[in-house]
Structures are given as structure tokens and as C-alpha cells.
């Protein structure tokens, strides 16, 4: 006969207070392959001297500072990056309560930790880390892949000062001062004494306010329009705070065109992420990474939305964390500038960096253009040009420019000697007389060796390996780990919380 199954669930026991004879460890609890375990392993295994010296000694007993990174690291890795999410998981979760040994700092003391105590040591920390990795054969620094992304500062992107304002608004009150100048001399019908020029490039509320006391002086007792009265007590009054005013703002500003008020060390950049499609300029910084097999080896923060102009500081970096360079650098085409082929040869670095027109030179390798710059021929000798037409172009002059990083480059000048009736001068060039061209004979020369390098086995297989190496960091960085805008603000502390990101992603790779 069939048994009948029994109708009634079966629950497995559920006793919330059965007394355990051994209570479980927080050991047990842990996956032995779980990536706290590789966070804890890790900084185990780092020095962290320079950390501990900004502890001063006496008064009450500080948390471990060891304990601290160990907790920040692993909150990074596991995209938790705010101090109060990070003390709810120290009460919460038992990775990270293994982690801490159970202590259980609070969000004040995880922030002050972060941004005060991490200032200046991160980066130590960071290169360590990767001394480890290179000594485990995780990663090595012959061969670095060089690459830039922007990330948005946690600042008001309304709240803004504009460099370009700034001068148009000082010319404009320039332009105004004179005019009441000029009202001042006309109706006391004399020169004004000690004239001042009146040059905003060098301006200071000392000398505003000494040249509207002058016109005040002058017009004293007079009979003047309302308008002009008006005009004289707005500047009078307003003026010297709003050129001390301006004048603070463009020592912030230094080089740059903009910043942000809530973050003055941001400056506005155009951002990959533009979700609004308006193009709209966002508060950010440049980071600058180096990788090999996607493992970051170096980092730097810039305030230069340019790439071209950040390699010089990066690479010294790398130089002076790890006292020695890479012997292959391999960058896109926005590094590839006469200075940093400069920089990259005057290091003994193997340079695989395109220049701007390398790729499209290779898309049109068929059609030769015979007329451009970058393809007459160049006679080293005699210093001279040959153009389509087989004429010798003469040098006619020189002169030198600057760049941004104060970087001069020699530009030649050379000119054809006749160009009238030459049946081919419609499409050789559009100038009226003579064909001028003007050259940088040293970047002519880098871009011939790059160029051969580029197109050599070991360059192909450089340019192949590129955009999988470093650019896919950027991705894991900005959508795995949704790090798209910083936490903290001001360039010291946006570089604690790179280093953290960037350890954070280096000890994920070696986890996964
Ligand atoms: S136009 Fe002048 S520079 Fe051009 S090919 Fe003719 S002679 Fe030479």
C-alpha cells in the first residue's frame, strides 16, 4: 500500500538564543578566498613609517592607523566611499568588523584619518603596494601605458569665476576710468598733474583709489551732470573691493581660465560623461595613470584639461617614486608634442607616441600629399626646402614660441622664389607672392624616428595592446566602481582619495 506524504511543512530548526559551547570566530566567517583577505594581506605586509609619524605622541590612544587604511582600502574596493556608510559597515558587516579586529572608529575619526592623516603618504603607500606586485610577478615598469581621463570635482558647477570675465570686466572699467578722466580734465580745462597711466595689466586698489581721488579732487566744487555725480560715487565707492577682488581671483586662477568657488583648485573641463548632451563645462581634475597588464604603476592629478602638457610632471613622478624609468612608454596621440619627446628621450625612454596627424597619415598612405609641410623634401646641409616643383626654398627668418609649461620652440621660416606662372600653383598654396612655410625643424625630425618605430613589429604590437591596457582601467574605475566625482575637495586632499581608487582597483585585479 502507497504511504501518504505528509502534508505539514518541515521547518529546520531556528533557535535565535541556543548558547553556542564555542562561539563562532570572526575567522571562520571569512571565505579564504574572499578579497578582505587580500586587503589584509597586503598592507600586513607594507611599511607604513611615514603614516605613523603624523601621530604626535601623549593624550588619549589614537585607532590603529594600519586598521584605518586596511577599512578605507576595502571600502574603496567595494565602492563605499562615504565615511558614514563606512561606520555603518564596521557595525554591520563581518568583513569588515574581521577586518578592523572589531573596532569601530566613527565616521569623524574614518574622515579626519582619510583627509588629514593620509595627506602626503598615500602616494608611498601606493608605490609599496606595487613593489609587492612587482615582486610577486603581478606586474612590471619596463613597459607603461600612459593615459588621461577627467573626473568631476565635488564642487558647484553654478558658482564659477571665468579668467576671460575677469580682464573683460577690468577693461571695461578701464575704459570707463578714462573716460572720466578725460570729463575731469575737460572741465577744469588743465592737464591733470602726476598722471598716471592707467594700465589694468598691472592694477591694484591703491592705485584705483589714488586715481579716483585725483579725478574727485579735480572736479571738486564743480557744476557736473547727475549722471556723471553718480557715476563718480558708484566707482568711488564700489571700485577698490572689486579690483582687490579680481585680484585674488587671478592669483587663484594662476595659469588656468577658470575654477570653482566651492573648489577653487577645480578647474572647468569637459567631461566624457555628458549625460545632458549639452556640452555643458564641469568642475574637475585630470587624472593622469600609468598601467601595465592594467595594474596602475603611477598617478597624477592635473589641473590642465590638456594631456599634452601633464607628461612632463607625470613622468618625474615616476622617476622619483621608484628612482628608476620605464623602458617603453606607449601614449596616444595627445602626448605626442616636441617637449615630450624631450622629456621621454632626455629619460632614455623607448617612446611609442603617436603625433597628431600619425593616423591619418596611415589612413591615406596611398595618396601621398606632395604639397604638405610634412612632405618636401628637407636638405640638412644647405638648410633648405624643395618644393613640389623641385625650387629651392630659402630660410628667411626664425623666431620662438612659449607653451603653457614655458617650453620654447624654434620655428624656421622658409620661402619659394617664384612662384608666379607655376601651373601647379592652385593647388600648392593660396598665399599672395612667394610660398612661406614655416617649420619646427626638431619635432620634424622626432616625428620621422616615431614614426618608424610606430610602424615597426614592436610598434604594432604597442599600439595594440594600448587601448586594452590602460583604457579599460578608466571603465573598471568610472563604471564598475562608479567613481565618477571626488568626495573631498582641494587638489591635496582629490590626490588621497586617487591613490586610495587607484589601490583599491590594483588589489581588486589581484583578488579577482
Ligand atoms: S607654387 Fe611655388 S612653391 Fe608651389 S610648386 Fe610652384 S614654385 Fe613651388
Known amino acids: 500500500m502507497k504511504k501518504q506524504l505528509s502534508t505539514h511543512p518541515i521547518f529546520k530548526p531556528y533557535q535565535q538564543d541556543q548558547q553556542y559551547f564555542l562561539p563562532p570566530s570572526l575567522e571562520e566567517l571569512i571565505e579564504k578566498d574572499h578579497p578582505v583577505r587580500v586587503v589584509n594581506a597586503v598592507i600586513d605586509r607594507i611599511e607604513i613609517k611615514e603614516l605613523k609619524k603624523k601621530y604626535k605622541g601623549g593624550g588619549t590612544t589614537s585607532f590603529h592607523p594600519l586598521m584605518l587604511l586596511k577599512v578605507l582600502v576595502y571600502s574603496y574596493l567595494n565602492n563605499i566611499y562615504s565615511s558614514r556608510k563606512i561606520e555603518a559597515g564596521l557595525k554591520e558587516n563581518i568583513h569588515f568588523m574581521w577586518l578592523s579586529g572589531m573596532n569601530k572608529p566613527d565616521h569623524n575619526t574614518i574622515n579626519r584619518f582619510r583627509s588629514e592623516r593620509l595627506k602626503d603618504v598615500i602616494k608611498e603607500i601606493f608605490i609599496e603596494i606595487v613593489k609587492l606586485l612587482i615582486e610577486s610577478g603581478h606586474v612590471s615598469l619596463k613597459e607603461i601605458y600612459t593615459d588621461g581621463t577627467k573626473i568631476e570635482a565635488n564642487a558647484n558647477k553654478y558658482t564659477f569665476v571665468w579668467g576671460k570675465a575677469i580682464k573683460t570686466n577690468l577693461k571695461k572699467m578701464e575704459s570707463q576710468l578714462k573716460e572720466l578722466w578725460s570729463y575731469a580734465e575737460k572741465i577744469t580745462e588743465k592737464e591733470i598733474e602726476d598722471k598716471e597711466e592707467i594700465n589694468f595689466e598691472s592694477i591694484d586698489p591703491e592705485k584705483i583709489e589714488r586715481t579716483i581721488d585725483k579725478i574727485n579732487e579735480a572736479v571738486k566744487g564743480k557744476e557736473i551732470p547727475k549722471k556723471i555725480k553718480q557715476k563718480l560715487s558708484y566707482v568711488t565707492k564700489k571700485w577698490p573691493s572689486q579690483i582687490k577682488k579680481y585680484n585674488e581671483q587671478e592669483q587663484i586662477l594662476g595659469q588656468r581660465n577658470s575654477y570653482s568657488k566651492t573648489d577653487t583648485d577645480a578647474t572647468f573641463m569637459r567631461m566624457k560623461e555628458d549625460h545632458m548632451l549639452n556640452g555643458q563645462l564641469k568642475p574637475g581634475y585630470n587624472l593622469q595613470i600609468s598601467t601595465n597588464e592594467q595594474i ?35 601614449a596616444d596621440a595627445g602626448y605626442g608634442s616636441e617637449e615630450n619627446y624631450e622629456v621621454l628621450e632626455k629619460h632614455n625612454i623607448e617612446a611609442y607616441v603617436k603625433y597628431n596627424s600619425f593616423d591619418k597619415e596611415q589612413r591615406k598612405k596611398d595618396k601621398v600629399d606632395n604639397f604638405t609641410v610634412d612632405n618636401l623634401y628637407y636638405n640638412k646641409e644647405k638648410d633648405c626646402f624643395y618644393c613640389p616643383m623641385g625650387q629651392k626654398m630659402n630660410r628667411i627668418g626664425e623666431y620662438k614660441k612659449e607653451n603653457k609649461n614655458g617650453y620654447t620652440q624654434e620655428i624656421k621660416v622658409y620661402q619659394a ?26 619635432l620634424r625630425e622626432y616625428k620621422e624616428k616615431i614614426r618608424e618605430k610606430l610602424l615597426s613589429e614592436d610598434g604594432i604590437k604597442y599600439r595594440k595592446k594600448r587601448p586594452v591596457d590602460v583604457e579599460p582601467v578608466f571603465g573598471n574605475i568610472k563604471y564598475n566602481k562608479k567613481f565618477k566625482r571626488f568626495n573631498l575637495r582641494g587638489i591635496k586632499k582629490v590626490d588621497i582619495e586617487t591613490g586610495l581608487i587607484a589601490i583599491a582597483h590594483n588589489l581588486s585585479k589581484i583578488a579577482a
Open 296 to 330: 596602475i604603476v603611477n598617478y597624477s592629478i592635473h589641473q590642465s584639461p590638456t594631456d599634452t602638457t601633464t607628461l612632463k610632471s607625470h613622468i618625474e613622478s615616476f622617476v622619483e617614486s621608484y628612482k628608476e624609468t620605464p623602458k617603453v612608454l606607449v
Open 417 to 442: 622664389q617664384r612662384c608666379e606662372g607655376c601651373p601647379i600653383r592652385g593647388v600648392c598654396h593660396k598665399q599672395e607672392g612667394n610660398r612661406i612655410i614655416q617649420v619646427n625643424l626638431k
